[in-house]
């Protein structure tokens, strides 16, 4: 477990612990060598040791929700695409010049669920609202499916054709193996 102390001995406060998650942050995108997922995983883990006792406090539902899944993430459930790396460098140069703790921790929300969450944001967009399209498996049919961040419009993964919104579906983030089953990705 990491100290709350840094190198002179002193507690950091929070603005001590969100430098070190933007060090973890930055170092992740110094080298594209780094966009593997086992590398991605424990740069999560080396961040959520300063951040999720701030966090938990803002977005109690989402931080129950990370812990379980970082606890069980399968480096082999995780594909990137281009866009994903793309997005994860906007976002990384943003929340390093954050001051405002709120937005702060939705930053580093969107970087969790950006490479956690397979997307194309600037190949494919809702036709209802133009939002990022998510890639989630229905658990109830087991297909995959796209998701809409913004407006929550579902459409078929295979064909890109509008199905409604949510209904009587279950869905968790599709896996590396159900995006390839599925000819998404190769």
């Known amino acids: 477990m990491k100290s ?8 950091m406060n929070i603005y001590g612990h969100l430098n070190k998650v933007n ?19 424990n740069k999560f883990k080396d961040s959520w040791v300063y951040i ?10 989402w931080t129950i929700n990370w812990n379980h899944t970082l606890k ?6 995780l594909a990137f695409s281009e866009d994903m790396i793309k997005d994860t460098f906007k976002r990384v ?16 929300i969107s970087i969790v ?3 956690t969450i397979f997307n194309r944001s600037y190949e494919e967009s809702c036709d209802v609202c133009q939002g990022e399209l998510q890639y989630y498996t229905n658990t109830i049919s087991n297909t995959v499916l ?14 890109g054709n509008k199905i409604g919104s949510r209904g009587a579906v279950s869905l968790r983030p599709a896996t590396k193996s159900e995006l390839l089953s599925q000819g998404i990705i190769e």
């Open 146 to 159: 796209k998701e809409c961040r913004t407006c929550g419009c579902l459409y078929n993964s295979k064909n």
């Open 72 to 77: 069980s993430l399968d480096p082999n459930d």
């Open 4 to 11: 709350d102390k840094n190198n002179k001995g002193d507690v």
């Open 113 to 115: 669920e950006g490479l």
């Open 23 to 41: 060090e973890i942050f930055l170092d992740l995108i110094s080298q594209r060598s780094n966009f593997v997922p086992l590398v991605i995983i």
């Open 93 to 108: 140069e943003k929340i390093v010049k954050e001051r405002k703790v709120k937005e702060y921790f939705k930053l580093y």
């Open 52 to 61: 999720e006792k701030y966090i938990k406090n803002a977005h109690p539902n």
